[in-house]
């Protein structure tokens, strides 16, 4: 091919945007004593399993040519999931394809993503469902952030943290965070660059962690986007609960929960169910207590529930070591303005 200038190669590049869910984990860190055999995207979260929270977020963007899911060989849950859901999710594809490591689960996808008919120069989010809080809005951010760019880039936040080097289990350096971000995903890169650079570090042999590592790898430097301290990894038990508390106070008219609350509405009392787990017999609750006479607005109902969401993680992070109240309340009075 002849050279081109990059604004003509621009031009020839596909616009197609495809969505990649990395659903093979074994739930290795986030065993509890009561899901110890349940894959940690399966375990009910706000009402649903946890790859639906995370489908919903990518089925509410309207881009995207289609949804890849690539679960374990012997995995037929996700099936049964999308069959017997509410939501319509006529974009997704379900692959078998995960391998012994994340990259080997995101480089037999990506190709299993060409049999569907993606081109290598289509764009293609790479995404975690253990990071079930993204949003839409973060999706679309990201989008329009590297759509027009020649590298792609990840949704990432920059490290808010004191960062320390160890040694034999005591501190040897503070480190410098000032340049430092923590990266989260999507991650947005064009198909067939990805998976050059993810077959180059195997052939290697050496460890992916993530996508952007990979094109690193080859020379190119992605696009940092800014993302949320809501789209965080679900990694160990603790996170559910904390999870659990984010999706009340962020979906407060009911999107992708099951909790009934309404926007401007004259409550007396409502209630906020925590939905048990498949294999758990516990229901833990929290209530809020309101005026009966007072209209509160949404920016006051968000406070509201993030004061007592906050609250009943502190109860549920007690529960988890052992604590005896499953069924603690909290009440909270109006706020005096």
Known sequence: MTNLNDAEKMTQLSSHIWAFISCGGTNTRAQSEVHQQMPKQYRVLAGQPMILHTLAAFAAVRQLQGVMVVVAQDDGIVDELLETSKQTF????????????RSDTVFNGLKALRTQGAQLTDWVLVHDAARCLITPEQIKTLIAACQEDEVGGLLALPLPDTLKHEESGRVAQTLDRSDKWLAQTPQMFRLGALIDALEAAKLAGELITDESSALEREGYSPKLVHGSTQNFKITYPEDFALAEAVFIAAFPGGNRICANINRRHTWQKQSLSICPSVTSKRLWRFT??????????????????????????????????????????????????
């Open 288 to 337: 809020l207590l309101w005026d009966s006479q007072t209209s509160h607005s949404s920016r006051t109902t968000t406070r509201h529930a993030w004061c007592g969401a906050m609250q009943f993680t502190s109860c549920c992070i007690q529960l988890a070591h052992g604590a005896d109240s499953p069924n603690a309340r909290y009440h909270l009075p109006r706020q005096a303005k």
């Open 90 to 101: 006529a974009t997704v594809m379900i692959a078998n394809k995960a391998g012994n490591t």
